[in-house]
Structure formats: structure tokens, C-alpha cells
């Protein structure tokens, strides 16, 4: 559906422009009262001029709304501009980054199919694939994420798709996504990538050979810490079944949630450059500490896929990880000692974080599988927000001097 913007401008006026011209302007359809920004649609259903008019919008025959469980123009607005940012044919919202996932393999996967997913990705991921895809049918396999010949050997004849999550959490490690799309794509099996950590503001995996991609907008594409929700994009025929899935089943994208999402990616670049900026002082501050044991940034030449991080990726992201000298406790002391940081395990907020993934997100492993993700006791992860660098030093220095 096409409707004039005021003055006569359509979207089409947008081709060609950039990344962040798209980021401010893709998306929206002005209404006849000419807003500015955009407007917030609180509706569930909509109305028709006629019966004929009913049944030809049902039929799909003329485009149109028909109920907000399928389509809402303020949701649309953000699914449109999504998809503009992530290069990809169509993007639908999700209200949540777990339904985003969940909407994805119900759609794209059946009972008896096999799922290569990454070793280190987001806890609830693997609860979703272990605890009731696995009900279902579905086969799930772990691969080290950067292990290229492990992603190799891991397949079987129906293996149908692959579920990575890179840069992964906390340890900041990387997978060429390029080759690993040639090596899914050589055996028919497909690419999904879960770009929450990096945003397409800084890293575009569709671009890269990747076939699908997803984010919690829950993090850094909301950016402020308000409110949930999720995002799969990709080509329109594979986003055929996920749209389908998601219209039935109903987890969609609330209007005013859309909103604050569609207000998230108008300064995402601007904010993920600050991010990056503060972390990568961070990071080079903290590796010279002598309290400091290891610090994982992919910005910092010392981290082993920086070559790779600065060829796929055009920032290296805002999680900080690093291991103090000594155990739990002293990680647990330098953590209680921060008075601004925020502890809390969120991240992609305006707002610092600080964490002890051995004993929160990672804490329902087992001692033997978070020794083979690499979680130490003495971890701690800070997602960098946006406050003055020095005193996120100072912070982090009042951690330091109690260790
Ligand atoms: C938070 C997160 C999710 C889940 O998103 P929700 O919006 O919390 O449902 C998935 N993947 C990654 C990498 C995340 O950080």
C-alpha cells in the first residue's frame, strides 16, 4: 500500500539513501494529518467501506489492514524500517527477542528435522530448544561458534538449519558468518543469525551470506530500557512462514511498543558509536590494571578474531568482559563495590550493567559445561552505556581497589 506522504513524497524517494538517512525515514506512511513523527495506531481492528471491500482486504486481493494480529501501520512502519537497515526483503515484529526465535523454528523447521545452533548463546535460546523444541521432534547439536571444521562435522542429511549468535555473550567470540553461510549453503541447509549484540548499525549478516537474522529490540535497537520486543527479517519467501506462524500463533509487536522502537533506531548509530567508543577506553584501561587477569573485547588487538571483528563488523560492540585475580568472591566484591553501574543482567541500555555470569546468567550450568563455555568464577561482563567515561572509570576503579 502506497500512500501519498504530504507534499506528494513517497517512499520510493528514499532509494539509494543511507544507512542512517533509512534509520530516521524508512517506514513511515504519513496519515492525511500530515504528523511529523510518527503516529501510534492503538487499534485492533479495522474497518471496511463496503462487504465487497471486507472480503477483497480477507482474500488479500487489495492490501489493506484487516486485524492487528496481522497487520498494524505503526508495527508496519517499524517492520518496514528494519528492514531497510538489515538489508533484507521483509522484517516482521515479534513481542519479544524469544518469540522472534521461537517464531523462526517453528516455521522454518519440523519434528525430525536437525538445528546446528552456537555453544554460547543467549540462555533462554537453549531452555527454548532444549526444553520444547526437543518435544517436538526437533534435534538440537552445540558447536563451538568459531570452530569452522566443528560446524562442518556437526551436520547430518537433515540438518536444516543453522542458529548462531555472533559476537556471542560475554566472551566476545566471533564467527566468520560468510563462510559459515557457504559451508549451510553447500549442504541446503540455512543461516540464521541473531544480531542483537551488534545491531545493523554495526554489523548487517544478510549482507554477509546469512539468510535470516533476528534481534531482541528489547536491547540496543530500543536502547533505553522500556520495553519488549523482537524482529526476524530476511527474504520474503522464508519470511512467508515465519509471518504465517506469527499471525496465527499471535505473538506480534504491540503499536506503542513499535513506537518506542521506531524512536530506538532513529539514533541507534549515533548511540552504538558512543557505546563502542566507551567500551573500547574501557577495555584498554582495564587490560593495563593489574587486578586484571584477561579482558575480552573484540577491539583490543590482544583478542584473538580481531582481525576478523574488524572485517565483519564496523564496531566491536559495547559488552565488556574481563576476569579479576581471584575467585567468586573477589568478582562478587568488585561487583558489590560499583556505586553508579547498574548489576543487572540486561544490556543495551543507556545505562551501564554489571554482572556475574558464573552465578546469574550462566548459573543453572552445570560447573563442567561453564568450564567448557569458558565462564570463570572470576568473570564479571559490563555492558557499556552512555555515561561520562571517567566516571565509569572511577566506578569501575572503586571495584579495583577492593579486590
Ligand atoms: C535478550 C536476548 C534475547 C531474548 O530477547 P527478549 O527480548 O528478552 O525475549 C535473545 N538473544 C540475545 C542475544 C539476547 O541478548
Not at 19 to 40: C, K, N, W, Y
Request: hydrophobic fraction near 40%.
Amino acid at each position: 500500500m502506497t500512500i501519498e506522504w504530504d507534499a506528494g513524497r513517497l517512499d520510493s524517494d528514499l532509494d539509494g539513501v543511507g544507512f542512517d538517512t533509512l534509520a530516521v525515514r524508512a517506514g513511515q506512511h504519513r496519515s492525511p494529518e500530515g504528523e511529523h513523527s510518527e503516529a501510534i495506531y492503538p487499534t485492533s481492528s479495522y474497518v471496511f467501506r463496503t462487504a465487497a471491500d471486507a472480503a477483497a482486504r480477507f482474500a488479500g486481493e487489495v492490501p489493506g489492514n484487516v486485524y492487528s494480529r496481522y497487520t498494524n501501520p505503526t508495527v508496519r512502519a517499524f517492520e518496514e524500517r528494519i528492514a531497510a537497515l538489515e538489508g533484507a526483503e521483509q522484517a516482521v515484529a515479534t513481542s519479544s527477542g524469544m518469540s522472534a526465535i521461537l517464531a523462526m523454528v517453528m516455521s522454518l523447521c519440523s519434528g525430525g528435522d536437525h538445528v546446528l545452533v552456537s555453544r554460547s548463546v543467549f540462555g533462554s535460546t537453549i531452555s527454548l530448544f532444549e526444553k520444547y523444541l526437543k518435544r517436538f521432534g526437533v534435534q538440537v547439536d552445540y558447536v563451538p561458534l568459531a570452530d569452522l571444521q566443528a560446524w562442518s562435522a556437526a551436520f547430518k542429511p537433515n540438518t536444516k538449519l543453522l542458529f548462531v549468535e555472533s559476537p556471542s555473550n560475554p566472551l566476545a567470540e566471533l564467527v566468520d558468518i560468510g563462510a559459515l553461510a557457504e559451508i549451510a549453503h553447500g549442504k541446503g541447509a540455512l543461516l540464521a543469525v541473531d544480531n542483537c549484540f551488534c545491531t545493523p548499525a554495526l554489523q548487517q549478516p544478510l549482507k554477509l551470506g546469512a539468510d535470516i537474522v533476528m534481534h531482541s529490540a528489547t536491547k540496543y535497537i530500543d536502547g533505553q530500557g522500556r520495553s519488549m520486543g523482537g524482529v526476524v527479517a530476511g527474504k520474503a519467501e522464508l519470511m512467508k512462514e515465519v509471518v504465517g506462524f506469527l499471525r496465527t500463533a499471535g505473538p506480534t509487536l504491540s503499536p506503542f511498543n513499535a513506537w518506542i522502537f521506531l524512536k530506538g533506531l532513529e539514533t541507534l548509530r549515533v548511540r552504538m558509536q558512543a557505546h563502542c567508543a566507551s567500551s573500547q577506553l574501557l577495555a584498554e584501561w582495564l587490560e593495563q590494571q593489574p587486578g586484571i587477569e584477561h579482558v575480552y573485547y573484540s577491539g583490543l588487538p590482544s583478542h584473538p578474531q580481531h582481525e576478523l571483528a574488524k572485517r565483519q563488523q564496523s564496531g566491536f560492540g559495547a559488552v565488556v568482559s574481563f576476569e579479576v585475580k581471584g575467585g567468586k568472591d573477589a568478582a562478587w566484591r568488585f561487583i558489590d563495590a560499583t556505586r553508579v553501574i547498574s548489576i543487572t543482567t540486561n544490556l543495551g541500555d543507556t545505562k551501564t550493567t554489571i554482572a556475574h555470569p558464573a552465578t546469574t546468567s550462566h548459573g543453572r550450568l552445570s560447573p563442567a559445561e561453564r568450564a567448557s563455555a569458558g565462564i570463570r568464577d572470576n568473570l564479571i561482563r559490563v555492558a557499556v552505556g552512555l555515561e561520562d567515561i571517567v566516571d565509569l572509570k572511577a566506578d569501575l576503579a572503586r571495584g579495583l581497589a577492593v579486590l
